[in-house]
């Protein structure tokens, strides 16, 4: 549902270029805005963050690390699991 309420514009920025946007808005942020300026660089900085950190969890999910099984054999799992012990 959320996804619905997105612009699609945003649903297409990748990492990179988001948090790129997000250091420019800190720095007006910090720099001589009027307020209601600051308030539309604030939430658009929050929907920014968010994106971000969806990215960020997306990306967390497909890392996966090398883990030694009982016997010697390899496997994979998730980062962030423990280790299946046989």
Same mark, same amino acid.
């Given at each position: 549902?959320?996804?619905?309420? $997105?612009?699609?514009? +945003?649903? &297409?920025?990748? #990492?990179?270029?988001? =948090?790129? $946007? @997000? +250091?420019? %808005?800190?720095?007006? @942020? &910090? /720099?001589?805005?009027? =307020?209601? &300026?600051?308030?539309? =660089? #604030? +939430?658009?900085?929050?929907?920014?963050?968010?994106?971000?950190?969806? @990215?960020? +969890?997306?990306?967390?999910?497909? %890392?996966?690390?090398?883990?030694?099984?009982?016997? /010697?054999? @390899? /496997?994979?799992?998730?980062? /962030?699991?423990?280790? &299946?012990?046989?």
């Amino acid at each position: 549902m959320a996804k619905e309420s $997105r612009a699609k514009g +945003e649903e &297409e920025v990748q #990492f990179e270029a988001a =948090l790129e $946007r @997000l +250091e420019e %808005i800190v720095a007006r @942020l &910090e /720099g001589q805005a009027t =307020l209601e &300026e600051s308030m539309a =660089l #604030f +939430e658009e900085g929050m929907r920014l963050s968010a994106r971000c950190r969806e @990215l960020l +969890e997306q990306a967390e999910g497909k %890392i996966e690390k090398l883990v030694e099984k009982s016997g /010697g054999a @390899l /496997g994979r799992e998730p980062v /962030g699991q423990p280790a &299946e012990e046989e």
